[in-house]
Each structure stands twice: as structure tokens, then as C-alpha cells.
């Protein structure tokens, strides 16, 4: 049994989860909440950087980040299962670097708010990132044929990403882009494995 050490809110956390389900490989992972934040927590032991999602496998070593441990999956269902080959394969990873992206943006906000209150948030770091996900959502449309296929990590990441968005942001992009919104409910029909890891309400 591999240890997932995550958290249900973490979008990161969520690629593995839904990674694992298109892998076949759900029933090999058991996920344990971690929080980086606490000292004594062992997320800080398994990973120097005390960042989630980590894998630990049966030997006791540990994978990280997100994308290592979605490469480690693919392999272990034989390869070719969530990351393509071929002429498909640096666009599913460009596509994942953009979700992953997106997410990193979104979390950064989540941070701001988090540490800093009232006139201590600097607007100017919460417009930046925001303006990152605009980008990204502008770029993904600008390039539609990425969105079909067999679902694959740059799928995966980009359905976190818009999942991560309702969650913390209240879908502020749907209004905007009403032809991601059918993707996003296409991907999580499709897609168990998403529907079942959906962020706690």
C-alpha cells in the first residue's frame, strides 16, 4: 500500500487522486491528511520542502511533486495511461504545466489571505496571480484541441485547477467561459476518480 500524504482541499492532492483512478491504481493508495504548517507533522521528514501531495511507497521512500508522482503512476500501469506518447505528449504536458499553474496562482491568493489582514494584503501580489489564471483561462480557449482526447495529466490538471476555482473563488470563471464549464462537466461524467475527490463543501 502506498501513502498518499495530502489533504481534501489541497488541488495538488487531487491530480494524484483522480491520476490513480485513470491509472487503475486506486486501491494501492490510502491518503492521510498531512499539514505542512505543523512541525511535527512527517510530511516534513518524507519531502524537504514539507509540501503535499508526497507519495510514500512500501520501501519508504518518498515521490514529490504532483507531476513525479503522476509520471511513477503512468509507469506502474504500463505506461501511456495518463501521459501520452508520441505527437501528443509535450502538448498533455504543456497543458498540465498550465493547470498546475493556474493552481499555484490560486493558492498563492489563498496564502495572502490567509497571512495577511485588511491593509496588510497587498492587492498588487493578489492581482498578479489572479491575472496569471486569467491568462491561462484566455490561453486554454485560444487552444481548444488540447481539451479533447483521451483524458491525460494536462486534462487532469486543468479540471483541478477549475474545480480548485469553485472551491476557493466561488466559479467567478464560469460566467466567462461557459465552453470550459461543458468540458469541466464532460471530464467529471467521464472521470470518477474526479467526481469522487471533490473538495469538501
Sequence with gaps: ???????????????????????????????????????????????????????????????????????????????????PTGEHHFEALRLQAVGDGMMDASVQQMSERRHHEGSALSQIWMDYQREKVTRSLAFVMSHREMLSGTPHVGHIALACALAYLDYRFDGYWRVGYPDLVDWLDGFAAAVPSFAASAHPV
Aim: proline fraction near 7%; aromatic fraction near 4%; charged fraction near 20%.
Design 1 to 83: 500500500m502506498w501513502i498518499l500524504r495530502s489533504s481534501t482541499s489541497s488541488p495538488f492532492g487531487r491530480k494524484i487522486t483522480v491520476g490513480a483512478g485513470l491509472c487503475g491504481l486506486s486501491d494501492r493508495i490510502r491518503m492521510v491528511t498531512s499539514v505542512p504548517r505543523d512541525p511535527a507533522d512527517p510530511v516534513r521528514q518524507l519531502n524537504p520542502l514539507g509540501k503535499l501531495p508526497t507519495l510514500v511507497l512500501e520501501d519508504g521512500s518518498a515521490l514529490f511533486d504532483s507531476r513525479v508522482i503522476l509520471e511513477w503512476l503512468d509507469a506502474q500501469a504500463g505506461g501511456g495511461r495518463i501521459i
